[in-house]
């Protein structure tokens, strides 16, 4: 029988990313079940005991202490992962002699650090996250707000303070952002150019820049403004502030908002402001209906819509009709449906939206409006899961950083013989795991040989730390159908399933 053990380190922080990285590592140890690393704030906490792994000396950690939590075979696995976890997070100041680099242990010092900083990019758990932006907004710093769980009051009341100082935030849960050039957080490597992007979507915002920089294009600044930022209570503060900086940015020519759809007071502000712009503008909101759009404006149902739109042309080809014709003939009898395994939430939401436009009734574990809840699908039917949705990450790494988070539905899709296509996403760059294809490849080919079609698309550049044409290739050898991107890869599976 399992065993669950908690160890608290007291007055210790490491940022989110490598907490993950290093519960991967850990859960990766033989004996072990699962493995967390989290900051012991109420809401870290209350996540723990929702997965059954918080026990009394986790459950009297503080909001400055590390809880290293896990369940193991027995004793003697969780204590040795235990002291294994222990070792890595000491191994770091184990270096810290000699010439190791100085690192600034406060806000404060790094800005007295770094002459003519002019971003913060806050990543400490959501508690604290709002105390250390307004430090850095005080400062004269625009921020990026990495942390997720930030109230959305006190999110309204920093982007209300930004506006008033003449800057910007970015967030909070902002994970993808293109400012000058850099890509920051899950951003990837895409070259400067003359389109503006703002977005309150990391993924869609990786998905645009990817396709414009594949197509010869570049970005001037990618703004991610955080997924609330577009609802009633934030009101689109950020965004309007993005819109504000892109226009008179003279290094851009056009600039693309990528989104679900706003709430409908906000949409009229956001609408209003583009339209006194100097500036052409691609609108992408994802499930939106038609909108009335200025003479500057055009819509694009798609993110690859989008990224054409905004390069004047160059539409992203589909998979060759001879591909998708052996697929179909290989379908079999009995096979209709379609099964979407999704690291990135736009994406997921952008494939629900496709299928629902072709007659395609769709669950989801995060459906849009209109679109049923996976409780209705689970059965049998078409279904999208959001794999980065917390019902699948509580207590282990995101897809994107461990990306065999999926292995385990995406087995399940294989083997189901209801099940024509199965649709899945590899999402490249900074801060992805090495080899996202490599997960991906590996289950397809421990899969019945009478398994569904698969189709991929890749987010990424041949810049990426992972390669794309690398990663494209790890996936053709598996013999999957890669899609040039997530709307050709959900139109394919469409013309596959329908037989």
Same mark, same amino acid.
């Given at each position: 029988?399992?065993?669950?053990h908690n160890?608290?380190r007291?007055?210790?922080y490491?940022?989110?990313v490598a907490?993950?990285r290093?519960?991967?590592t %850990?859960?990766?140890r033989?004996g072990?079940?699962?493995?967390a690393?989290?900051?012991?704030?109420?809401?870290?906490?209350? %996540?723990l005991d929702d997965?059954?792994?918080l026990?009394?000396d986790?459950?009297?950690?503080?909001?400055n202490?590390?809880?290293l +939590?896990l369940?193991?075979a027995d004793?003697?696995?969780?204590?040795a #992962?235990?002291?294994? +976890? &222990?070792?890595l997070?000491?191994?770091?100041a184990a270096g810290?002699?000699?010439?190791?680099r100085w690192r600034p242990?406060?806000?404060?010092?790094?800005?007295?650090a770094l002459d003519?900083a !002019?971003?913060?990019?806050?990543s400490?758990?959501g508690a604290f996250a709002?105390?250390e #932006?307004r430090?850095a907004?005080?400062?004269?710093? !625009?921020v990026? *707000?990495?942390?997720? !769980?930030?109230?959305?009051? &006190?999110?309204?009341?920093?982007?209300?303070e930004?506006?008033e100082?003449?800057?910007?935030?970015?967030?909070?849960?902002?994970?993808t952002a293109l400012?000058?050039?850099?890509?920051?957080?899950f951003? !990837?490597a895409?070259?400067?150019?003359?389109?503006g992007l703002?977005?309150?979507s990391g993924?869609?915002l990786?998905?645009?820049?990817?396709?414009i920089?594949?197509?010869g294009?570049?970005?001037s600044h990618g %703004?991610?403004?955080?997924?609330?930022?577009?609802?009633q209570a934030?009101g689109g503060l950020s $965004?309007?502030?993005?819109?504000?900086?892109?226009?008179? &940015?003279?290094?851009?020519?056009?600039v693309v908002?990528i989104?679900?759809?706003p709430a409908?007071?906000?949409a009229d502000?956001?609408?209003?402001?583009?339209?006194?712009?100097?500036?052409s503008?691609?609108?992408?909101?994802?499930?939106?209906?038609?909108l009335?759009l200025p003479a500057? $404006?055009?819509f694009a149902?798609?993110?690859?819509?989008?990224?054409?739109? +905004?390069?004047?042309?160059?539409?992203v080809?589909a998979p060759?009709?001879?591909t998708?014709a052996r #697929?179909r003939?290989?379908?079999?009898d009995?096979?209709?449906?379609?099964h979407?395994l999704y690291?990135?939430?736009t994406?997921?939401?952008e494939?629900?939206?496709?299928?629902r436009?072709?007659?395609?009734?769709?669950a @989801?574990?995060?459906?849009i409006?209109?679109?049923d809840?996976?409780?209705?699908g689970?059965d049998?039917?078409?279904? *999208?899961?959001?794999l980065?949705?917390?019902e699948?990450?509580?207590?282990?790494?995101?897809p994107?950083?461990?990306p065999n988070v999926r292995?385990?539905?995406?087995?399940r899709?294989l083997a189901?013989? @209801?099940?024509a296509v199965?649709?899945?996403d590899?999402?490249l760059g900074?801060g992805?795991?090495?080899?996202?294809a490599?997960?991906v490849a #590996?289950?397809? +080919?421990a899969?019945p040989? @009478?398994?569904?079609?698969v189709v991929?698309?890749?987010?990424?550049t041949?810049g &990426?730390?992972?390669n794309l044409a690398?990663?494209?290739?790890?996936?053709?050898?598996?013999d999957i %159908?890669?899609?040039g991107a997530n709307a050709?890869?959900?139109e394919?599976?469409i013309?596959i399933?329908?037989?």
């Amino acid at each position: 029988m399992s065993t669950v053990h908690n160890r608290v380190r007291a007055g210790f922080y490491l940022d989110s990313v490598a907490l993950m990285r290093l519960s991967q590592t %850990i859960t990766a140890r033989s004996g072990v079940v699962e493995a967390a690393l989290m900051i012991g704030t109420p809401a870290n906490r209350a %996540i723990l005991d929702d997965a059954g792994l918080l026990v009394a000396d986790g459950r009297a950690a503080g909001p400055n202490d590390l809880i290293l +939590a896990l369940r193991a075979a027995d004793h003697a696995a969780a204590e040795a #992962a235990l002291d294994a +976890a &222990d070792a890595l997070l000491d191994r770091p100041a184990a270096g810290s002699g000699g010439g190791a680099r100085w690192r600034p242990r406060t806000l404060a010092a790094a800005i007295d650090a770094l002459d003519g900083a !002019n971003l913060a990019l806050i990543s400490v758990p959501g508690a604290f996250a709002a105390g250390e #932006a307004r430090m850095a907004l005080a400062r004269g710093l !625009n921020v990026m *707000i990495f942390s997720d !769980n930030v109230a959305v009051a &006190d999110e309204r009341a920093l982007k209300a303070e930004a506006a008033e100082r003449g800057l910007l935030v970015m967030g909070p849960d902002c994970g993808t952002a293109l400012i000058g050039g850099v890509p920051l957080a899950f951003a !990837n490597a895409v070259p400067r150019g003359d389109i503006g992007l703002i977005a309150a979507s990391g993924t869609g915002l990786q998905e645009v820049s990817c396709l414009i920089a594949r197509a010869g294009g570049g970005v001037s600044h990618g %703004i991610g403004v955080g997924g609330r930022d577009l609802g009633q209570a934030v009101g689109g503060l950020s $965004t309007l502030a993005a819109i504000d900086l892109l226009d008179a &940015d003279p290094a851009t020519r056009h600039v693309v908002l990528i989104s679900k759809p706003p709430a409908a007071g906000v949409a009229d502000k956001v609408i209003d402001r583009i339209a006194r712009a100097s500036k052409s503008f691609t609108v992408c909101l994802i499930g939106a209906e038609t909108l009335a759009l200025p003479a500057n $404006t055009r819509f694009a149902a798609t993110l690859a819509d989008a990224a054409a739109d +905004a390069l004047g042309g160059a539409p992203v080809a589909a998979p060759p009709a001879a591909t998708l014709a052996r #697929a179909r003939a290989s379908r079999g009898d009995g096979r209709r449906w379609i099964h979407g395994l999704y690291t990135g939430g736009t994406l997921a939401a952008e494939a629900q939206v496709i299928l629902r436009a072709a007659g395609v009734s769709v669950a @989801s574990n995060a459906p849009i409006p209109g679109a049923d809840t996976l409780e209705g699908g689970r059965d049998g039917g078409h279904r *999208i899961l959001d794999l980065g949705a917390d019902e699948y990450t509580v207590g282990r790494p995101h897809p994107m950083i461990e990306p065999n988070v999926r292995v385990p539905e995406l087995a399940r899709s294989l083997a189901d013989p @209801s099940v024509a296509v199965v649709l899945v996403d590899v999402v490249l760059g900074f801060g992805a795991h090495p080899d996202p294809a490599g997960a991906v490849a #590996a289950a397809v +080919a421990a899969a019945p040989a @009478s398994r569904p079609a698969v189709v991929a698309s890749v987010c990424g550049t041949d810049g &990426d730390p992972q390669n794309l044409a690398a990663q494209i290739a790890r996936l053709e050898s598996a013999d999957i %159908i890669v899609a040039g991107a997530n709307a050709r890869a959900v139109e394919a599976a469409i013309v596959i399933a329908r037989g």
